[in-house]
């Protein structure tokens, strides 16, 4: 099934769908040997081959996912220029989606490279609130 070529190399864990779309525009994504350079392309993970740096990329990885209940005060944010604690304080080296400073509660997120997967298996204690 064909989809968004960003969508495809976030899903591969690769990046998030902007920086992919920052990797089209700077012509480093090719399909089926044919450098893309236009947002908004459509491939089909099984079908095509896609390549990003000229490294072949793969949807099929096996999912894992974790639950953060994020204490308030938290950002969910790789960086946050602010020096406010961000959640990757509390779990390292995982993607993260945008959740408001002021929200607490579960939260579900699959780290996308198959590797922080492997080693993401620890257990610290939660912050004191």
Same mark, same amino acid.
């Given at each position: 099934?064909? !989809?968004?070529?960003?969508?495809?190399?976030?899903?591969?864990?690769?990046?998030?769908? #902007?920086?992919? !779309?920052? &990797?089209?525009?700077?012509?480093? +994504?090719?399909?089926?040997? #044919?450098?893309?350079?236009?947002?908004?392309?459509?491939?089909?993970?099984?079908?095509?081959? @896609? #390549?990003?740096? $000229?490294?072949?990329?793969?949807?099929?990885?096996?999912?894992?996912?974790?639950?953060?209940?994020?204490?308030?005060?938290? +950002?969910?944010?790789?960086?946050?220029?602010?020096?406010?604690?961000? +959640?990757?304080?509390? &779990?390292?080296? @995982? $993607?993260?989606?945008?959740?408001?400073? $002021?929200?607490? $509660?579960? #939260?579900?997120?699959?780290?996308?490279?198959?590797?922080?997967?492997?080693?993401?298996?620890?257990?610290?204690?939660?912050?004191?609130?």
């Amino acid at each position: 099934m064909e !989809e968004r070529l960003q969508k495809i190399i976030a899903a591969a864990g690769i990046c998030s769908r #902007r920086a992919a !779309e920052d &990797l089209i525009l700077a012509g480093k +994504v090719q399909v089926n040997d #044919r450098v893309v350079r236009k947002l908004g392309t459509r491939a089909d993970p099984g079908r095509d081959e @896609i #390549r990003v740096d $000229g490294r072949l990329i793969t949807t099929e990885v096996e999912k894992v996912y974790l639950m953060l209940n994020k204490p308030a005060g938290y +950002v969910t944010t790789l960086k946050d220029p602010e020096g406010r604690p961000i +959640v990757t304080d509390l &779990l390292r080296e @995982i $993607g993260q989606a945008r959740l408001p400073r $002021g929200a607490a $509660g579960l #939260r579900f997120r699959r780290p996308p490279d198959p590797d922080q997967r492997r080693r993401f298996c620890r257990t610290d204690p939660a912050p004191a609130l």
